[in-house]
């Protein structure tokens, strides 16, 4: 069965500084995987998504990601981080080649931005 | 990609009271998945909805507590039954969109729910 660690319950960064929020992963094959903000009060939106080819991702709102099998990650990056960006972000797996099954979501890393 | 419509966006119940979720999809779909999130907390998977049969509930949750109707390709409910203050989370449907390879999925805009 899929599963999901987000090793970091909560980071605060500077604004304008850089972000790496970490995700690993556990599946039995490649895995679809997924990125997911939560602003306070919001539903959940997509940031970025990784199906195959490329590693390196390229999502909204300046986010990427990096696809590294041998490490079973898929950390999430910005070079420089807004206040708009706190949020809680949720990484996601999902079965190769099976929209029928659900997404199994990490814990979740609660991101605070400071001045 | 799919829209869906979930009402209602947030509610405030009385314990022992019961709430009905619903979630409008723009387009047919096959399966529906409704999460929990509770204050705090990921995304837990309550159940999945397949249009024509029962839905299949996961470890910890049960019909009697969280049914679920799937009439047609486009709608489904969920209720909270017997509501206690445990049961104050986020409630989101989710269905997938697209095929093959390349699919993803499109979340409801979640149901804020407080049981006082």
């Known amino acids: 069965a899929q599963s999901v660690t987000q090793p970091d319950i909560h980071i605060t960064v500077s604004e304008g500084a850089s972000l790496e929020l970490r995700c690993n992963y556990s599946?039995?094959?490649?895995?679809?995987l997924f990125w997911y903000v939560q602003s306070p009060g919001q539903g959940l939106q997509l940031l970025l998504k990784?199906?195959?080819?490329?590693?390196l991702v390229q999502g909204i709102k300046g986010f990427e990601a990096e696809f590294k099998r041998s490490q079973s990650s898929f950390n999430l990056r910005k070079p420089s981080v807004h206040w708009s960006d706190a949020a809680e972000y949720f990484c996601?797996?999902?079965?190769?080649?099976?929209?029928?099954?659900?997404?199994?979501f990490g814990k979740g890393t609660r991101l605070s931005v400071i001045a | 990609s799919a829209v869906i419509s979930q009402k209602p966006s947030r509610d405030i119940c009385q314990r022992g009271t019961s709430l009905t979720i619903q979630c409008q999809v723009d387009s047919q779909v096959t399966m529906m998945f409704w999460y929990r999130q509770q204050p705090g907390q990921s995304l837990t998977l309550i159940a999945t909805a397949n249009q024509g049969s029962e839905a299949t509930y996961e470890s910890g949750f049960v019909i009697d507590k969280f049914p679920i109707s799937r009439p047609n390709l486009t709608f489904s409910t969920l209720t909270v039954s017997n509501m206690s203050p445990e049961d104050s989370s986020i409630y989101l449907c989710?269905?997938?969109?697209?095929?093959?390879?390349?699919?993803?999925?499109?979340f409801g805009s979640g149901t804020r729910l407080t049981v006082v």
């Open positions: 990784y199906f195959s080819g490329d590693t």
């Open positions: 989710s269905v997938p969109t697209g095929q093959g390879e390349f699919y993803g999925y499109t």
């Open positions: 996601a797996v999902g079965r190769r080649n099976s929209g029928n099954t659900p997404l199994v």
């Open positions: 599946y039995g094959a490649t895995p679809y």
